[in-house]
């Protein structure tokens, strides 16, 4: 590659212009354009001018401005001496670089350790506690109970001298209690009923209350509540009329048989509103069906229920609401409560001691 001055003097006599008229054309003194082509950069006071001029004369001879630049500063770096503290500048010696290796190998060694403590070292802690913890048996003494429950502990529920027993099985993704009817299946804040001793009736609810997801290790927080549904002694002595009511109220209270049948089958209920009423409703014992609806009604509004098994209601004024139960080729109407009056009603198939089922409607305490 030419040098700056070599490129500025054969571009401009390839040009056929003389030093003389490049200075005249581009008013720069005829001394400074041959100190460039000279590459005599002793005649420029200030590197400002000098780079000024190159510029201008490299410009108007045509030639790439940039690489004179570039070249100027090439020359500029070859000539600045190399500075003293270089020179004397000693290298690090071998014991400081290793001594520096090591430092650091040794940090992330301690990184790597600390992190495959915490995510694969087993928690031996944890192990120890689950492992020395033995299960836990409780009594269900009054009409409910909250308490946190780990795999295993078991709730004893008596009804009617029986004792029935409720453990609670697995803590995954759901809760998986076992009980003498079935296993249940809860996720956080779901609730089921249960009829512990299989005569027809729910006896037990059980609601989930906190757990946390495949920790079993913390357990759950469970609620039992036993309800309030007539026992199988006083349900067979109301049907069977063994008994008189103790007074008006138990006679209003005692349960009403609706149909007769020699097997259970599906029964609707078709309701006519005749005033502003909140009316709620459960479906009993049918899997997927268990959801609690509510719904405030006002004149004129009409509403239809279809259950298998039975249904619950929850009627916040009683002469509000003209209720048929229709099944079996039978339209029968309910009998409610007194005007103004919040009651709780079960509907629902039992069956008694000669095979016969009966589609029962019982008051609950509302």
């Known amino acids: 590659m030419k040098s700056i001055g070599e490129q500025l003097k054969t571009a401009r006599e390839s040009k056929g212009i003389s030093i003389d008229d490049a200075a005249r054309e581009i008013n720069i003194a005829r001394k400074y354009l041959a100190a460039l082509e000279s590459e005599d950069f002793s005649q420029f006071t200030a590197e400002a001018y000098l780079l000024g001029f190159l510029k201008n004369y490299g410009e108007y001879l045509g030639l790439d401005v940039k690489e004179l630049l570039s070249l100027y500063r090439i020359i500029k770096i070859q000539e600045e001496p190399v500075p003293v503290e270089q020179l004397l500048h000693t290298p690090l010696s071998v014991k400081r670089i290793l001594a520096t290796v090591f430092i650091v190998a040794g940090g992330l060694a301690l990184i790597v350790g600390v992190v495959y403590y915490f995510l694969f070292m087993p928690k031996e802690q944890n192990v120890e506690q689950l492992t020395e913890r033995q299960p836990v048996e409780y009594t269900l003494v009054e009409g409910s109970l909250e308490k946190r429950f780990y795999e295993g502990d078991a709730l004893i529920i008596p009804v009617s001298g029986i004792d029935y027993k409720v453990s609670l099985r697995s803590i995954g993704d759901v809760i998986t209690l076992s009980t003498p009817e079935k296993d249940i299946k809860l996720g956080l804040n779901n609730e089921a009923s249960s009829d512990i001793n299989n005569d027809g009736i729910m006896?037990?609810?059980?609601?989930?209350?906190?757990?946390?997801?495949?920790?079993?290790?913390?357990?759950?927080?469970?609620?039992?509540?036993?309800?309030?549904?007539?026992?199988?002694?006083?349900?067979?002595?109301?049907?069977?009329?063994?008994?008189?009511?103790?007074?008006?109220?138990?006679?209003?209270?005692?349960?009403?048989?609706?149909?007769?049948?020699?097997?259970?089958?599906?029964?609707?209920?078709?309701?006519?509103?005749?005033?502003?009423?909140?009316?709620?409703?459960?479906?009993?014992?049918?899997?997927?069906?268990?959801?609690?609806?509510?719904?405030?009604?006002?004149?004129?509004?009409?509403?239809?229920?279809?259950?298998?098994?039975?249904?619950?209601?929850?009627?916040?004024?009683?002469?509000?609401?003209?209720?048929?139960?229709?099944?079996?080729?039978?339209?029968?109407?309910?009998?409610?409560?007194?005007?103004?009056?919040?009651?709780?009603?079960?509907?629902?198939?039992?069956?008694?001691?000669?095979?016969?089922?009966?589609?029962?409607?019982?008051?609950?305490?509302?």
């Open 203 to 366: 006896e037990l609810r059980i609601a989930a209350v906190d757990y946390a997801q495949n920790r079993p290790d913390i357990g759950a927080f469970l609620r039992f509540d036993m309800l309030n549904t007539p026992s199988v002694a006083a349900l067979e002595q109301n049907l069977g009329g063994t008994a008189a009511a103790s007074s008006a109220g138990d006679a209003a209270n005692a349960p009403r048989i609706i149909f007769n049948s020699a097997s259970p089958y599906p029964f609707t209920l078709q309701m006519v509103f005749s005033s502003y009423c909140m009316f709620r409703w459960e479906i009993l014992r049918e899997t997927g069906r268990q959801n609690r609806n509510e719904r405030y009604f006002v004149r004129g509004d009409e509403q239809t229920i279809q259950a298998q098994n039975g249904v619950r209601l929850w009627i916040s004024n009683s002469s509000a609401v003209k209720i048929w139960i229709i099944g079996g080729g039978h339209n029968v109407p309910l009998e409610l409560g007194s005007p103004g009056e919040a009651i709780v009603e079960d509907i629902y198939w039992t069956r008694d001691d000669y095979g016969r089922y009966k589609l029962i409607q019982s008051r609950l305490e509302s």
